[in-house]
C-alpha cells in the first residue's frame, strides 16, 4: 500500500507554519464550513440522552432509512434501509468493500488520476490495480473504449468517482450509460464513489445505480465528509446489493463493532438539512471556482480546466518547464501555498497540480498573488500563449 500525497504535503505545511511562516492551505480535500448548527444541536442532544452505547453493527436504524430516503430524494433512487451499512468514513466504505469483494489476482478498473486510495487498497488485499486515463484529450472524462480494452477474464469491479477528485470532473450521461453496458455486458462489479454527488454546479446529479442492469451489480459509497463538511466526524456508508451486506458486517464485526451512536443522530439531521447548509456552501465554492480557476490560467504556464463537481481546481502545469514537485515545493517553500503535485494521484497526474478551492475568495486571491510572487522562478522557461 502507499500513503497519501496530500497528507504529507499538509505535514509539511505545519512544519513551516511552526516555524512561523503564513501557509495558505489548498492542499486537504476539506470544506471550510463546519457543520449546521442544528446538526451540533442534534449530535448534542443525543449525547445529552445517552445515546452513547455499542450500536447495531450496520448503523442505527434511524439513519439508514434516512439515507434510504435521502438517496430517492435527491437520486432518485430506491433502496431500502437493509441495504445500507454504515462506516467509520467514506474511505473504510470503501476499504470494506474491497476487501469483501476481492480475491487475489482480481483485476479493478479505476479513474486515473483518481483517489490514491483505489489502486492502494486494491493492491492492499492482493488485487491488481488497472488505470483507465482522464485525460485533457478526452475533457477529463472516462474513455470507454479504453476500459472495454482493458477488460479481462480476471477483472470484477470498476471504480467510478463522478463528481472526482481530484478533477472535478462529472461523468457525462452516455459515458455513464457506457461504462453501465460494460459491466453488464462483462458481469462486473460497480464501486461507484459519489462523496462529491452533491456539489455540483448545474445540472441533475445521476448515479451509476440508476443506469439499466446495475441494481444487483452496484455499490454506492458516499459520506457526510465533504456534502455536509463533516470530515472529522468520520461517516460513511455503503449501498449495496442485499447479497453483499452481510459480507460488510461481517468485516465490521470484526473490526470497528458500529459507529459512535450520537454522530449518527447527528448524521440525520445533516440529511434532513433543515438550514439549506448544503445549497449555501456549494453556492459558495461555485463564487469561489470562478473566480479562483480565472486568476490560476492568468499565471504564467498553467492551464486549468473548469471544473464541473467537487472543490478542486487541476492545474496543468508543463508548460511552467519545470515539474509539479519543484512548482510545489517554490509555491510551498517561498510563497507558503499549499498543493500537491498530480503524480499523488498516480501516473497520469505528473503533469498537474491539485489546489482545494475549499478557502474564502480573499484567500484565494491571496494565494494566486503569492504565486504570480514567486513565478519568476518558472517565468523564463514558461511557454507564453
Ligand atoms: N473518496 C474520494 C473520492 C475522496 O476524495 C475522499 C476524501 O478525500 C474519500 C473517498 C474519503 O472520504 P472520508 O473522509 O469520508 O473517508
Known sequence: MSGEGALSVYARAKELEREGRSIIH?????????????VNEALKGAVDAGKDRYCPVAGVPALREAIAQYLCDTRHLNVTADQVVIAPGCKIALFMALMALLDPGDEVLYPEPGFPGYSSITLGFGGVPVAFELSERNHLQPDPDEIAAKITSRTKIV?????????????TDEIQRRIAELAVRHDLLVLSD?????????????????YPGMTGRTLI?????????????RLGYTVAPAPIVPALEMLAVNSYTCVAEFSQYGAIEALRDSAG??????????????????????VPGFRC???????????????????????????????????????AFGAAGTDFVRFSFASSTATLREAVERIQRVSSAWRRTAVVR
Open 277 to 298: 447548509a448544503t445549497a449555501h456552501m456549494v453556492a459558495k465554492f461555485s463564487e469561489r471556482r470562478e473566480q479562483f480557476v480565472r486568476d490560476l490560467n492568468r
Open 26 to 38: 489548498l492542499e486537504l480535500g476539506e470544506p471550510d464550513f463546519h457543520p449546521a448548527g442544528p
Open 159 to 171: 471504480i467510478t468517482n463522478s463528481p472526482g477528485n481530484p478533477t472535478g470532473t462529472v461523468y
Open 221 to 233: 459509497l458516499d459520506g457526510f465528509s465533504k456534502s455536509f463538511a463533516m470530515t472529522g466526524w
Open 305 to 343: 480546466l473548469h471544473p464541473e463537481g467537487a472543490f478542486y481546481a487541476w492545474v496543468n502545469i508543463s508548460e511552467t518547464g519545470i515539474n509539479a514537485d519543484e512548482l510545489c515545493r517554490v509555491m510551498l517553500e517561498e510563497a507558503g501555498v499549499a498543493a500537491i503535485p498530480g503524480a
Open 194 to 210: 459519489e462523496i462529491y454527488a452533491r456539489i455540483i454546479y448545474g445540472g441533475q446529479y445521476a448515479s451509476m445505480l440508476s
